[in-house]
């Protein structure tokens, strides 16, 4: 995969990893970066939280949020890595997930098959809360 191909892969991952969040939660992150190093694929995603969750971290109930996500990162565990294979053409063989409430972060961290050749290269993108792509 060309340096060109890899850029666009990586902006197709931070796009509809975006999107699969606002779809699902009603309210999606408002910046996401994603990184590729060899055979590990990671996005960012900054600002996503709800108001009922940050409504509970506020409240001092950061683990009921960490506990929803941790559920709903599982349940959408297939749908994710979909997204990873067709923007990279290779298969996922790991997922995992965290979140972090202050600052406001999640992050997926995709483990691909190995590549003939090392890889390194990134994406950001940076989304206006009422104007996303």
Known sequence: MEAQER???LADVSRE???????YYGKGPTR????????TLVCLLEGGFTTVERTLIDEGEADAVHDIRRSFQQAMEGEFTKVVE??????????????HHDPDLAVEVF???P???PVVDRHEVV?????RE
């Open 7 to 9: 850029t666009g892969a």
């Open 17 to 23: 990893l975006v999107r699969l969040h606002s779809e």
């Open 32 to 39: 996401a970066k994603a990184y590729m190093v060899d055979d």
């Open 86 to 99: 067709s923007a990279t053409q290779r298969k996922v063989i790991a997922y995992m997930s965290q979140i």
């Open 111 to 113: 483990v691909l098959e």
């Open 115 to 117: 590549a003939e050749h």
């Open 127 to 131: 989304l206006e809360e009422a104007g």
